[in-house]
């Protein structure tokens, strides 16, 4: 089944405003992945979170693995934020390393 | 950066045909992983591996083989081909251990006819 469940699955911002994008697990995850993929498919790494919170730039991320979720904070967002976003889970009792993604949110900005 | 290539990066084959999809890792990770990419669905997990010579079967394996004949490749192969085939593929490595991340390539699109 799907265990995780990511949300919303599509955003539109205007450039300069912020938003937040949000993983829920279904079971006991151990960590979380996030990725960008951008217009040409590639997919870039944006965060790895075992517990806490981590940020870089304008992106910021959090991993709560007692209350099942992972949120993905983007501020004053630029039109190269564009693109698809995806969470990834390491869930507790999955052979070592695998990741489940969720289904992914598809972000525009609009000038 | 972790570098993972993969080749070809896009490929056209035919119903009943073979096709074999190539990753390469330059990072010494003893983990390598095949996913799709269906819309819709993410990315879903087809083989993995634990090193040279292991594969194992992720969550979608039927209609597949691996090979992973050594530390840098792990390769995917569609011995019958069908339409149902046609997606993204990307190939990821990683440790697993001390340096959990999953590092991908940049993907092959398959169309099968």
């Known amino acids: 089944g799907d265990q995780v469940e990511q949300s919303p699955s599509a955003l539109s911002l205007h450039e300069g405003t912020s938003s937040a994008l949000r993983c829920n697990f279904t079971?006991?995850?151990?960590?979380v992945q996030w990725f960008r993929q951008n217009s040409r498919g590639s997919l870039i790494n944006l965060f790895y979170?075992?517990?806490g919170t981590k940020e870089n730039g304008r992106l910021k991320s959090a991993f709560d693995s007692k209350e099942l979720y992972s949120t993905l904070h983007i501020r004053d967002a630029q039109l190269e934020d564009s693109g698809t976003y995806f969470c990834?889970?390491?869930?507790?009792?999955?052979?070592?390393?695998?990741?489940?993604f969720g289904a992914g949110t598809q972000l525009i900005v609009i000038p | 950066e972790a570098a993972v290539t993969q080749s070809p990066r896009n490929k056209v084959a035919v119903t009943g045909g073979k096709v074999t999809l190539s990753c390469n890792q330059t990072?010494?990770?003893?983990?390598m992983y095949w996913y799709r990419q269906d819309t819709g669905h993410g990315l879903r997990l087809i083989h993995y591996?634990?090193?040279?010579?292991?594969?194992e079967k992720g969550d979608i394996p039927d209609g597949y083989k691996a090979s992973r004949p050594s530390q840098e490749n792990f390769s995917l192969i569609l011995e019958l081909a069908t339409p149902s085939q046609t997606s993204v593929y990307f190939c990821?490595?990683?440790?697993?251990?001390?340096?959990?991340?999953?590092?991908f390539g940049p993907g092959t699109r398959l169309t099968v006819l």
């Open positions: 990072n010494n990770h003893n983990n």
């Open positions: 990834a889970a390491r869930v507790s009792g999955s052979a070592l390393g695998r990741l489940h």
């Open positions: 979170l075992a517990s």
């Open positions: 591996s634990y090193g040279a010579g292991s594969t």
């Open positions: 990821a490595s990683g440790d697993g251990g001390g340096r959990p991340e999953q590092y």
């Open positions: 079971t006991t995850t151990r960590s």
